[in-house]
């Protein structure tokens, strides 16, 4: 479902080059979720960026649902992107202007598939969103607008979902509500879950765990 094979990522600075991927090697199953671990500015954003496809690696390989990203053209990466595969941001990347409703329903309208349907009223109602969907998203308060986040990568039904830190602004009960809704979206349709996140507790309900640290990824308990 998603594989990466020995991805090496480097930032450079003026003289400095700092490598914050060095070799690092994950494969996803369908349904299989896998929380990413580590310290802050670890690199685990870059590596969820360059697993998504909207950041290149410096060298290494990136295959999705079977096939290598570097073989598809910009517009098949933005067909795939769009089909297949979900989002959530550490910073919301919410469209202003547009509703709750029209966020959520965005990638879903892009895809022809219909407004309505069983599976986005639950996120909705799971999420407590009912109550907010005319709103237009920027005068929501940022745990609110976290919710509309993660209902948009969940509403057209993505095959690989990533999440980079989706509960961060939370309170526990919701982060905990959110962690449910996302490993029963994996049960349900064999969409696998790659999650970053610092919080143990939130790592506790996927699948398994990875570590992050001195640009390698180390297999957790
Ligand atoms: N576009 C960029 N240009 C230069 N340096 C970058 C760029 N993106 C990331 N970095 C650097 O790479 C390192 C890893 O950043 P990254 O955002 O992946 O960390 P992170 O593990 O997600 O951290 P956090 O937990 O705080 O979100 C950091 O030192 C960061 O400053
Ligand atoms: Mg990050």
């Known amino acids: 479902m998603l594989e ?3 991805i090496c990522k480097s ?3 003026g003289e400095s080059e700092l490598q914050v991927l ?3 090697d994950l494969s996803l199953v369908a349904g299989e979720s ?4 580590g310290a802050s500015g670890n690199g685990k954003s870059t590596l969820l960026q360059i697993a998504a496809g909207l950041e290149s690696p410096d060298s290494g390989e990136v295959i999705i649902l079977g096939r290598t990203l570097a073989s598809h053209s910009e517009r098949e990466l933005a067909m795939l992107r769009r089909r297949h595969l979900g989002f959530v941001f550490q910073q919301f990347n919410l469209l202003p202007g ?3 409703r029209a966020n959520l329903l965005f990638q879903r309208r892009l895809n022809q598939q219909t407004d309505d349907d069983a599976w986005t009223d639950e996120i909705t109602r799971v999420l407590g969103l009912a109550p907010l969907m005319e709103r237009p998203v920027e005068v929501l308060s940022s745990g ?3 919710r509309v986040a993660i209902a948009r990568a969940l509403a057209h039904r993505p095959r690989v979902l990533f999440a980079d830190e989706p509960t961060g602004n939370l309170h526990d ?3 905990r509500q959110v962690m449910a809704l996302m490993v029963k979206l994996v049960a349900e349709s064999e969409c696998s879950l790659l999650l970053v996140t610092h919080n143990t507790e939130m790592a506790t309900f996927t699948d398994r765990r990875m570590l992050l640290e001195e640009g390698h990824l180390h297999e957790m308990a």
Do not use: E, I
């Open 144 to 146: 609110q607008q976290q």
């Open 11 to 13: 930032f450079h600075d």
């Open 22 to 24: 060095r070799g690092v």
């Open 98 to 100: 547009l509703s709750v």
């Open 34 to 37: 896998l929380a990413l671990l």
């Open 173 to 175: 009960t919701l982060s």
């Open 4 to 6: 990466l094979k020995s």
